[in-house]
């Protein structure tokens, strides 16, 4: 167990460049998850996939985020014309789910920083 | 929809003393319920989950959680606080049917020595 690899760690863009980030889970989950988080909040949920399926997207992800997961292995989200208001941290999770709900595995983040 | 709430946005405790960090939450169904804790620079961790059953859960760290269903709360508790328990704690819910995982905004816990 590796655990949950995010990169890169830190990431400094100027505002309307693209932006893309990679995480890769624990080897054997099957569910990966995409959180965003601001100072003093709580993570926000922005999309998961089970496998290679993308099966919920957070109605407050703009159409400028996207996430893949191609054969359901490491997944990208990609943020197209940053604003400095997407500066935040950003979170992967992974877990395992089968017939009782599963605890998340969080990566360390990748800070973003619009400027 | 969805949604926790945790009131209080810092916790100020002594330690040797217990200690109490609250959760209330709202969903359809039963909940599972969890408490996931964040040192500065380091990723959340999990620390304890309820799904069924005793009401009272026992997780890592000597933590431990009350589940009143009545209530809809989730307290996290310790019967003695230390200093490296100071962390930021967040209270998380998610339906009976899975899925996503809905985090409360967190509260700073301080453990004064």
């Known amino acids: 167990d590796t655990g949950v690899s995010q990169n890169p760690r830190h990431k400094i863009t100027k505002r309307g460049q693209n932006v893309t980030f990679r995480c890769d889970p624990i080897s054997e989950h099957n569910r990966l998850y995409w959180y965003r988080q601001t100072l003093g909040q709580g993570p926000e949920f922005l999309t998961y996939f089970q496998n290679e399926a993308q099966l919920e997207k957070s109605r407050l992800l703009s159409d400028r985020f996207s996430a893949e997961r191609p054969k359901g292995s490491f997944s990208t989200l990609e943020i197209q014309r940053t604003e400095q208001g997407d500066s935040a941290m950003y979170l992967c999770?992974?877990?395992?789910?089968?017939?009782?709900?599963?605890?998340?595995?969080f990566g360390s983040g990748t800070q973003l920083s619009v400027l | 929809a969805q949604s926790v709430a945790q009131p209080e946005d810092q916790v100020n405790v002594a330690e040797g003393n217990p200690l109490t960090v609250k959760c209330t939450y709202s969903?359809?169904?039963?909940?599972?319920l969890f408490w996931y804790v964040q040192y500065p620079n380091r990723g959340l961790q999990f620390l304890l989950k309820y799904i069924t059953g005793d009401n009272l859960v026992k997780g890592s760290y000597g933590f431990e959680a009350e589940f009143n269903k009545s209530q809809t709360s989730f307290h996290l508790k310790k019967p003695s606080a230390l200093v490296s328990d100071s962390a930021l704690y967040f209270c998380?819910?998610?339906?009976?049917?899975?899925?996503?995982?809905?985090f409360g905004q967190g509260t700073e816990l301080s453990v004064k020595p």
């Open positions: 998380a819910v998610r339906g009976f049917q899975g899925g996503k995982l809905i």
């Open positions: 999770a992974s877990s395992l789910e089968g017939v009782v709900s599963e605890k998340l595995f």
């Open positions: 969903v359809s169904g039963n909940p599972y």
